[in-house]
């Protein structure tokens, strides 16, 4: 895809770079989307249940791609899925997010014409760190959209059915008494590397893999600044006051509707009071000891996922250029 000047270090993190028109301003022409849809620039990014269509490859020789269809090609995907979500244009193409979860798996591969070239509706987060990038961030919009429309089918305000306007971008209520318009929410979350001195602040979770530790993390509640999320948030987990609170970068994470905002802390002392009802544990890491075991085949301690901004939050820490 085309090279642009990149914004911000954001784009860097996973899910986050992208060069996609989101077309807003033609999203109320019908007309428009149909000739879109219909035509041979028309590409379907089908969906089932929150897994994507992906060719799983064989890394690391191939890596994973993501399975865009021709419309043209595939009537059967828009007789049987849920009206396409425009999701915007790119080197003349027009991308539309299509759900398929109304069917079982074999039949939306089937459907796809999937199993010939290996494709499989796979989950994003297991496949993404190996993906082309703007791709995984396609992948990753129109996951999180569809998820948004499939929680907003009937009114939050009197409960009568929604109907689809604006190529997906809006759900209106049908009730003519209350007609309600409800438009894509994104849920954001603090996530923040709390340093004291050469150390860092790791917590880990039990359903987490064995040895996986990571940052603290926790969604922003109403009438807060994101620094008084972030300093709520490490006090209730660990018990640490913080301070000198820094903003980083941000991902997009729609797994299922969260936008996290990364940030690094000081903390005031390194006394913890691990609040085991958020956490299995945490502590406090050297960062060469974190050097050296990261650097050990098969160790029992694992920084968090690749494609995580708690990874890209640790890995700038631990390289000296930030924190």
Not at 208 to 227: C, D, K, N, Q, Y
Not at 248 to 262: A, D, E, N, Y
């Amino acid at each position: 895809m085309n090279e642009v000047p990149r914004l911000s270090r954001s784009d860097d993190n996973f899910y986050a770079f992208t060069t996609l028109d989101r077309a807003s301003n033609k999203r109320g022409d019908s007309v428009w989307l149909d000739e879109q849809l219909r035509g041979p620039q028309g590409r379907l990014v089908p969906v089932w249940r929150s897994r994507n269509l992906i060719d799983p490859g064989a890394p690391p020789e191939a890596a994973p791609e993501a399975v865009f269809l021709p419309a043209e090609d595939f009537e059967g995907v828009l007789e049987f899925g849920d009206k396409p979500l425009f999701l915007g244009l790119h080197d003349s193409l027009a991308y539309f997010a299509s759900d398929l979860s109304n069917l079982e798996q074999n039949e939306a591969e089937e459907l796809c014409n999937a199993r010939a070239d290996r494709a499989e509706f796979l989950d994003l987060r297991f496949t993404g760190p190996m993906m082309n990038r703007e791709h995984g961030n396609l992948l990753a919009y129109g996951r999180g959209m569809l998820t948004w429309r499939r929680r907003h089918l009937f009114c939050g305000s009197c409960g009568a059915p929604t109907e689809t306007k604006d190529g997906g971008h809006l759900r209106l209520c049908s009730n003519e008494n209350c007609r309600s318009q409800h438009f894509p929410r994104t849920d954001p979350a603090v996530i923040m590397l709390v340093t004291y001195g050469d150390k860092c602040l790791l917590g880990r979770q039990k359903a987490w893999p064995p040895g996986m530790h990571s940052t603290l993390a926790g969604f922003v509640e109403p009438g807060e600044t994101l620094e008084m999320a972030v300093a709520r948030e490490v006090f209730e987990e660990s018990g640490v006051r913080v301070h000198d609170v820094r903003y980083h970068s941000s991902q997009p994470w729609p797994f299922p509707t969260s936008l996290m905002l990364g940030f690094y802390a000081r903390a005031l002392s390194d006394t913890l009071t691990v609040n085991t009802n958020e956490l299995e544990s945490a502590a406090w890491f050297e960062r060469s000891w974190v050097i050296e075991r990261t650097r050990r085949p098969g160790n029992d301690f694992k920084l968090p996922r690749r494609d995580s901004i708690a990874r890209q939050l640790c890995e700038d820490w631990l390289a000296g250029v930030a924190g």
